[in-house]
């Protein structure tokens, strides 16, 4: 049965279709430009991808402010073309999942509109009101700096409405149960034109008790199970991927204690930690991150990433932490945003440096859940800190060395591709990489196909192995009789590591390399000693290369 969990051994890919590729030269990527590079990704090796909001809005959160869940946004397309696309992912054997942002609408939205005009309307109890203002209305903005207060006063309503994000995003009353029905209603709707499952915008919001009497923030944990038990009616393999940063203690409630809530969540805490290591190369922290999320129902599965479309957020570090990690990668306070994150790209965070890309993405690929990448990364795009913002990571695609970078044929599209310098597209694109066997989309390639070929790590159970050094990150994953193995040297030096393999009937305890042919031998005690180089990284599989023969049924 648990073959059947797609989730558990996929490659995600998030893009949003605006940046991809502009098929009539308007300067904003559409459907059909993305439809023309599904043989990309295809080819990259991802199996799903993560579409991010395209439905009609006024643009001012980069599309999480939607004013029609039913459409398409016209400069992206019609509804006619998501559904080609659907089916020319299902040629392919890709899977798609969308954005869900069902926390608040945009204030545009015909639904706010007549809440806050008719107080007789029926969509007015699908929003947050207050009649003064609320004693605790500057408490818990998202965007310090860009976002006041959580409550303003609209005009037209003489009233107070509540929001969770910008004053622009009303929020839904998601207990209302008319809210909750057109919710399931919208996730049937992109169900029936071909979604495998939804990534679940801000849910911790969504599932808050909202009002104005509301003090502390409670979740009502039951709304999960409802919109999960509704989604696999209409589709029985269908998933939510959660946004949820929350503490290790509450993973349980999201997941369900035996599956039956959401089936996926991103790792948050492993992220944070994952760049704190990468900072310093002091492995403790991320150790006990993997520790502390390890629990979860043998269903549930983490999305494990290492950038998106927001800041990095630090958040949940200490103090120290956060300070070291914002002295590696965003010493300046242009870096830096909401006092909490950084507004960069990876590849600029590492300075370009090929050894510490190669060790970010190994990890990121071999730690326990299904990666989640994001684009341009594969070929290691930067970031244009002159735009405003989490703007500064959202520019186009960077096809190749042509006119803006083969993203349009429009001379000026409103998100400027980046050009010039050391991340410009005439130096950082697809078509230059393709050439170079030892470029980095061809490594993230190979890499990709390698990994999916180590169902262990998506399937199995792990464990963090004991190592001589700090800096040096050792796992092990076990499942259906087969074990995988991997080193990580966050150190910028060479170094001896010293392990035990603690392998199960491996036979006589070889570590074939996966990578190269520097294989390992244990010295008949079980102890392994490998040499890694600066940054270096190994994967390795117990035993040797018979694992399929020797993969039990269950
Ligand atoms: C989380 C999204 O990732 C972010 O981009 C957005 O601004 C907020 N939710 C509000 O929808
Ligand atoms: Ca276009």
Same mark, same amino acid.
């Given at each position: 049965?648990?073959?059947?969990?797609?989730?558990?051994?996929? +490659?995600?890919?998030?893009?949003?279709?605006?940046?991809?590729?502009?098929?009539?030269?308007?300067? +904003?990527?559409?459907?059909?430009?993305?439809?023309?590079?599904?043989?990309?990704?295809? !080819?990259?090796?991802?199996?799903?991808?993560?579409?991010?909001?395209?439905?009609?809005?006024?643009?001012?959160?980069?599309?999480?402010?939607?004013?029609?869940?039913?459409?398409?946004?016209?400069?992206?397309?019609?509804?006619?073309?998501?559904?080609?696309?659907?089916?020319?992912?299902?040629?392919?054997?890709?899977?798609?999942?969308?954005?869900?942002?069902?926390?608040?609408?945009?204030?545009?939205?015909?639904?706010?509109?007549?809440?806050?005009?008719?107080?007789?309307?029926?969509?007015?109890?699908?929003?947050?009101?207050?009649?003064?203002?609320?004693?605790?209305?500057?408490?818990?903005?998202?965007?310090? !700096?860009?976002?006041?207060?959580?409550?303003?006063?609209?005009?037209?309503?003489?009233?107070?409405?509540?929001? *969770?994000?910008?004053?622009?995003?009303?929020?839904?009353?998601?207990?209302?149960?008319?809210?909750?029905?057109?919710?399931?209603?919208?996730?049937?709707?992109?169900?029936?034109?071909?979604?495998?499952?939804?990534?679940?915008?801000?849910?911790?919001?969504?599932?808050?008790?909202?009002?104005?009497?509301?003090?502390?923030?409670?979740?009502?944990?039951?709304?999960?199970?409802?919109?999960?038990?509704?989604?696999?009616?209409?589709?029985?393999?269908?998933?939510?991927?959660?946004?949820?940063?929350?503490?290790?203690?509450?993973?349980?409630?999201?997941?369900?204690?035996?599956?039956?809530?959401?089936?996926?969540?991103?790792?948050?805490?492993?992220?944070?930690?994952?760049?704190?290591?990468?900072?310093?190369?002091?492995?403790?922290?991320?150790?006990?991150?993997?520790?502390?999320?390890?629990?979860?129902?043998?269903?549930?599965?983490?999305?494990?990433?290492?950038?998106?479309?927001?800041?990095?957020?630090?958040? *949940?570090?200490?103090?120290?932490?956060?300070?070291?990690?914002?002295?590696?990668?965003?010493?300046?306070?242009?870096?830096?945003?909401?006092? $909490?994150?950084?507004?960069?790209?990876?590849?600029?965070?590492?300075?370009?440096?090929?050894?510490?890309?190669?060790?970010?993405?190994?990890?990121?690929?071999?730690?326990?859940?299904?990666?989640?990448?994001?684009? !341009?990364?594969?070929?290691?795009?930067?970031?244009?800190?002159?735009?405003?913002?989490?703007?500064?990571?959202?520019?186009?695609?960077?096809?190749?060395?042509?006119?803006?970078?083969?993203?349009?044929?429009?001379?000026?599209?409103?998100?400027?591709?980046?050009?010039?310098?050391?991340?410009?597209?005439?130096?950082?694109?697809?078509?230059?990489?393709? $050439?170079?066997?030892?470029?980095?989309? &061809?490594?993230?390639?190979?890499?990709? *196909?390698?990994?999916?070929?180590?169902?262990?790590?998506?399937?199995?159970?792990? &464990?963090?192995? *004991?190592?001589?050094?700090?800096?040096?990150?050792?796992?092990?994953?076990?499942? $259906?009789?087969?074990?995988?193995?991997?080193?990580?040297?966050?150190?910028?030096?060479?170094?001896?590591?010293?392990?035990?393999?603690?392998?199960?009937?491996? !036979?006589?305890?070889?570590?074939? &390399?996966?990578?190269?042919?520097?294989?390992?031998?244990?010295?008949?005690?079980?102890?392994?000693?490998?040499?890694?180089?600066?940054?270096?990284?190994?994967?390795?599989?117990?035993?040797?290369?018979?694992?399929?023969?020797?993969?039990?049924?269950?």
């Amino acid at each position: 049965m648990f073959n059947e969990l797609w989730y558990k051994n996929a +490659i995600i890919y998030c893009l949003s279709v605006g940046t991809f590729l502009d098929a009539n030269g308007d300067g +904003i990527g559409d459907f059909p430009g993305l439809m023309r590079r599904l043989d990309y990704l295809q !080819g990259l090796g991802v199996t799903t991808i993560w579409l991010m909001p395209f439905q009609p809005s006024p643009g001012r959160d980069n599309g999480y402010d939607i004013s029609d869940y039913y459409n398409v946004d016209p400069k992206y397309g019609t509804l006619g073309d998501f559904a080609e696309f659907t089916h020319a992912c299902a040629e392919r054997g890709l899977r798609v999942i969308i954005d869900l942002v069902v926390n608040h609408t945009s204030d545009q939205h015909p639904w706010f509109q007549a809440a806050r005009s008719d107080p007789a309307s029926k969509y007015r109890d699908w929003y947050v009101w207050s009649d003064k203002k609320p004693p605790h209305s500057n408490d818990g903005v998202v965007f310090p !700096g860009a976002q006041k207060s959580t409550w303003s006063y609209d005009k037209q309503a003489k009233r107070w409405y509540f929001h *969770r994000f910008y004053d622009f995003q009303p929020d839904l009353d998601t207990a209302n149960p008319q809210v909750h029905a057109e919710l399931l209603k919208i996730m049937g709707f992109w169900i029936q034109l071909g979604v495998s499952g939804f990534r679940m915008d801000a849910v911790p919001f969504v599932i808050a008790a909202k009002g104005p009497k509301v003090r502390r923030h409670s979740e009502q944990y039951g709304m999960l199970r409802a919109f999960r038990e509704f989604l696999q009616w209409r589709e029985g393999n269908a998933i939510i991927l959660a946004e949820a940063n929350v503490l290790p203690a509450t993973d349980l409630e999201y997941f369900g204690d035996s599956g039956e809530r959401l089936p996926m969540m991103f790792n948050f805490q492993l992220n944070q930690h994952t760049f704190y290591t990468l900072a310093t190369g002091d492995t403790e922290p991320l150790k006990k991150a993997l520790v502390a999320t390890k629990p979860r129902p043998a269903s549930a599965q983490w999305g494990v990433f290492l950038r998106n479309h927001d800041e990095l957020d630090l958040g *949940r570090l200490t103090p120290q932490a956060r300070e070291a990690v914002f002295a590696a990668f965003a010493p300046e306070p242009d870096m830096q945003l909401y006092g $909490r994150g950084i507004r960069r790209r990876l590849a600029p965070m590492l300075s370009g440096d090929r050894r510490r890309l190669e060790l970010a993405y190994s990890l990121m690929l071999t730690l326990p859940g299904t990666p989640v990448i994001r684009y !341009g990364d594969e070929i290691g795009m930067g970031d244009d800190l002159r735009r405003p913002d989490r703007e500064s990571m959202r520019t186009p695609m960077q096809w190749s060395g042509e006119p803006q970078g083969g993203f349009t044929q429009h001379a000026r599209p409103p998100v400027p591709v980046i050009s010039g310098g050391a991340y410009g597209f005439e130096r950082i694109n697809v078509a230059s990489q393709r $050439r170079d066997p030892d470029s980095l989309l &061809n490594w993230t390639e190979r890499m990709i *196909r390698m990994r999916r070929e180590m169902p262990e790590i998506g399937w199995g159970d792990f &464990n963090v192995l *004991r190592t001589s050094r700090n800096d040096v990150l050792a796992m092990r994953y076990d499942w $259906r009789n087969n074990s995988v193995l991997c080193l990580h040297n966050f150190g910028p030096q060479a170094c001896t590591v010293r392990f035990r393999s603690g392998c199960q009937g491996a !036979g006589d305890d070889r570590l074939v &390399n996966l990578l190269s042919d520097d294989h390992s031998q244990g010295n008949g005690d079980g102890r392994h000693t490998v040499v890694l180089e600066p940054y270096g990284y190994r994967w390795y599989r117990a035993g040797g290369l018979d694992y399929l023969l020797r993969r039990s049924e269950v």
